[in-house]
């Protein structure tokens, strides 16, 4: 003869977290949708720092544009393992695009850099459009805030539906 059990209903809730957490695929399901969402969050300032640097002034220059190939290696970085958890916008290194490194970083800087003329002397210098990246992002940072915010608690939810 089979025996009862009664549960309390806080030994309830605990078997259906249990439930509820195996059935997340040891947390992978749930890592790639809060990845997702975060990425998601972070597009509206992704999209803001791309404009800025596309407005920068520009003196003509025949071939594609440094201003261009910044703004398409402006990236969301979003990670849920490692030391840098969290999501970040990136403005990743472009290449040898008319052999100018670290453009992204002399942009935004107030410094701004020298070069050569065509290859030759004389050195000019030359000053991009400081601050579009970092001031661009501050701008923003509570609307980017909030937006993180609303894709952890979306996470929550959902596990949190799976247990009621």
Same mark, same amino acid.
Request: a positive charge.
């Given at each position: 003869?089979p025996?009862?059990?009664?549960? #309390?209903p806080a030994?309830? $809730? ?8 195996? =059935?997340e695929?040891?947390?992978?399901? =749930? ?7 975060l990425?998601?969050?972070a597009? +509206?300032v /992704?999209?803001?720092?791309?404009? #800025?640097? /596309? ?5 003509? @220059?025949? !071939?594609?544009s440094i201003? #261009? ?5 402006t990236?969301?970085?979003?990670k =849920?393992?490692g $030391? ?7 403005a990743?290194?472009? !290449?040898?695009l /008319?052999?100018f490194?670290n453009a ?6 107030? =410094?701004g *850099? @020298?070069?050569?003329?065509? !290859? ?7 000053l !991009? $459009? +400081?601050? *579009?990246f970092?001031?661009t ?7 980017f805030?909030?937006?993180v915010e ?6 929550a939810q /959902?596990?949190a539906?799976?247990?009621?």
């Open positions: 003869m025996v009862e059990l009664d549960f #309390s030994e309830r $809730k605990l078997m259906e977290m249990a439930r509820a957490l195996r =059935l695929e040891d947390g992978k399901a =749930l890592k790639r949708d809060i990845v997702k969402q990425r998601k969050a597009q +509206p /992704r999209q803001a720092v791309r404009a #800025s640097i /596309r407005s920068a002034p520009t003196t003509g @220059h025949a !071939g594609r201003r #261009s190939a910044i703004a398409q290696k990236q969301v970085v979003a =849920l393992n $030391k840098a958890v969290g999501v970040r916008i990136v990743k290194e472009t !290449g040898s /008319r052999n490194r992204p970083r002399r942009f935004n800087s107030p =410094l *850099w @020298h070069h050569l003329t065509f !290859g030759r002397e004389p050195e000019v210098d030359q !991009g $459009k +400081p601050g *579009w970092d001031d992002i501050a701008d923003r940072k509570r609307e805030r909030t937006a609303e894709a952890v608690k979306e996470a /959902r596990v539906r799976r247990v009621r």
